[in-house]
């Protein structure tokens, strides 16, 4: 699937679909947001979407099956937040929260701190609350720095 997309949205929108399918079934998906890249934001924008799978797989299980989509998009881990095709994660899972030392950690460690999760997130759940912290999501989003910025992209 690497090199078949003109745009990071289209990369997105065909890994979205990639997520229906033997083992999930998409429920929801947000709209796209295009934030600048994290942490160096001289690298490409990001382009971000959350969506919503109904699994009977484990966390550790879906955060495989996670990674083999993103190898499947041309995806090479080689260093920690380098620009990449594509870099799908676990937000939550049913509200767990992980013991110390578990993977994959849940919820997401730094979900909280970043606008390209909260805003499409809002998309799909605007009643979801953190599941350590019981924040909503729109007090995470009211809580970000003014220079957070993701802007949805039309679809």
Do not use: C
Not at 43 to 53: G, K, L, Q, T, W
Not at 58 to 63: E, F, H, N, T, W
Not at 69 to 76: D, K, M, N, Q, S
Not at 126 to 138: E, F, K, L, N, S
């Amino acid at each position: 699937m690497a090199g078949l997309y003109d745009t990071p949205e289209a990369a997105v929108r065909a890994a979205l679909q990639a997520l229906d399918g033997a083992d999930m079934e998409l429920t929801a998906q947000s709209r796209l947001y295009r934030s600048p890249a994290w942490p160096n934001p001289a690298d490409p924008e990001f382009v971000n979407a959350v969506a919503s799978v109904k699994t009977s797989l484990s966390p550790a299980d879906l955060l495989d099956r996670l990674h083999g989509i993103e190898a499947a998009f041309g995806r090479v881990r080689r260093l920690a937040n380098a620009p990449r095709t594509l870099d799908l994660d676990i937000v939550d899972y049913d509200g767990l929260v992980s013991a110390q030392g578990e993977t994959p950690v849940l919820p997401h460690p730094r979900m909280a701190d970043r606008a390209f999760v909260l805003m499409p997130l809002f998309d799909i759940a605007p009643d979801w609350r953190h599941p350590a912290t019981g924040r909503t999501v729109r007090d995470l989003i009211a809580a970000l720095p003014s220079s957070s910025i993701a802007t949805a992209i039309e679809r």
